[in-house]
């Protein structure tokens, strides 16, 4: 859809932010409905390549996977194929997102905790590179390379590392200090048709820090050192789990600091450029989910509904936490609010007022004690949503709302999911 009648002053480029006006959403409510979430594919596509060139420039050998369950919708993930980044999923429904969307096999990682002795089974063979999490895994692939003596198998395994500062026992991976990890080497030495293609390593850490990603690169490649003597690995995998970029007021409200892509890659790639300065580099994988896609999100919502109880002021939007925080983060995320002129006749309450949602849940609030002017009829924008909240939303109460993505290089919005409908709800049900 192009909207050619709406007379917007900003000249469109990527790093501009989308042009929103009272107007134009008004005009996007008339098609697509009073909530839908607006994707910037665009500024999707900078984030990546900022965040890739910012290794590359230390250590050409990078490549991304990007974090299929963070924000799967496939266009997203059909930008990062033709970027050539990987795609990284952890289970089979991802899997065959990223076959469907024409995502070859060798450039798919599959991860995760639970994954199925034919899954397993057919991406090796494929030749996607899976990462063992356990050692049931471990059973289903010897399995396998002893029933085709013939066939070369490898794999990566998912390594546990203590890193300081994650405030708990991570469950992912094989025990390094325990001696998981070295047992899996010892089954696998024993094969002749078996073999560790790299190493691979994602803890989340409630502080996101450099430090963190300094000691996780550090202890991979001490591993690769005493695991890989003959020739390094394939790769070297970093996983996920950096820190996005937001705004000052969401920065504000997190005790740690917040690093740039710049500083996480200069905690990481020094490290393997100075490890490995010959001809044969390891590939560094790394698994952005958050870093790249949270900005990349808005949620409009309408208002609809405005009253006073006792000392609260309350305002009803057409929209649920579930929409935007899902995860339930406790924090206040950035939030636009655009006014019609016509709206100084409405009804307006003071401030502060709470903008809750469509939920019979008292906790449904999706802002709390907002400060401006707000009356109905005026749209509600949350920014910075693109990261685990499509993908979490549960069906509660009311089906999904729209997506639409803007590209900013030819100022046009298309749908890329519709907006779901009660027989999308209830199809898989027996009624
Ligand atoms: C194996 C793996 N890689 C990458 C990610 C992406 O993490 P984030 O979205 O925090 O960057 C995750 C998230 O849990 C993960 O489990």
């Not at 906790?363 to 949503?385: A, E, M, P, R, T």
Request: with cysteine.
């Amino acid at each position: 859809m192009q909207l050619t009648n709406i007379v917007v002053n900003q000249s469109i480029s990527p790093e501009i932010e989308m042009p929103l006006s009272w107007t134009r959403l008004f005009y996007l409510e008339k098609e697509y409905g009073d909530s839908f979430f607006i994707l910037d594919i665009k500024k999707f596509e900078s984030n990546y390549q900022e965040f890739l060139q910012a290794f590359r420039a230390i250590y050409p050998n990078t490549h991304l996977g990007y974090s299929y369950k963070t924000n799967y919708i496939p266009k997203l993930c059909q930008s990062v194929n033709f970027m050539g980044g990987y795609a990284e999923v952890v289970s089979q429904m991802e899997y065959d997102l990223a076959i469907a969307i024409g995502v070859p096999p060798s450039r798919i990682i599959f991860n995760g905790p639970l994954k199925y002795s034919e899954d397993i089974e057919r991406a090796i063979l494929a030749g996607s590179i899976v990462n063992l999490d356990c050692l049931e895994e471990v059973d289903i692939v010897t399995a396998l390379a002893r029933r085709l003596p013939d066939q070369q198998i490898a794999v990566g395994l998912r390594c546990n590392l203590d890193v300081v500062g994650i405030g708990r026992i991570s469950r992912f991976g094989f025990d390094v200090e325990g001696g998981a990890l070295d047992d899996v080497f010892k089954v696998f030495r024993e094969l002749n048709n078996c073999s560790v293609l790299g190493l691979h390593c994602h803890i989340s850490s409630p502080t996101r820090s450099v430090e963190s990603y300094k000691l996780r690169t550090q202890k991979l490649i001490e591993l690769s050192d005493y695991y890989f003597q003959e020739k390094p690995p394939q790769f070297i995998d970093v996983g996920g789990g950096f820190f996005g970029k937001m705004n000052d007021d969401l920065k504000a409200q997190f005790d740690c600091y917040i690093p740039s892509y710049q500083e996480y890659a200069e905690a990481i790639a020094p490290q393997l450029k100075s490890r490995f300065p010959g001809n044969y580099t390891p590939e560094l994988i790394v698994e952005p989910g958050v870093a790249v896609v949270a900005d990349v999100l808005k949620f409009v919502a309408k208002v609809v509904g405005m009253k006073t109880v006792q000392s609260r002021q309350i305002a009803l939007v057409v929209g649920s936490i579930h929409n935007i925080k899902p995860t339930l983060t406790g924090k206040e995320l950035s939030l636009q609010v655009y006014r019609s002129e016509e709206n100084s006749d409405h009804k307006n309450i003071s401030p502060p007022v709470d903008l809750v949602g469509y939920t019979c849940m008292e906790h449904d609030c999706l802002y709390n004690n907002y400060s401006g002017q707000i009356g109905i009829g005026d749209y509600v924008v949350f920014d910075n949503i693109g990261a685990y909240t499509v993908v979490f939303k549960p069906p509660f109460i009311r089906p999904n709302p729209p997506i639409i993505s803007y590209d900013s290089t030819l100022n046009e919005y298309d749908l890329i999911r519709r907006r779901e409908t009660t027989k999308d709800v209830f199809s898989t049900y027996v009624i």
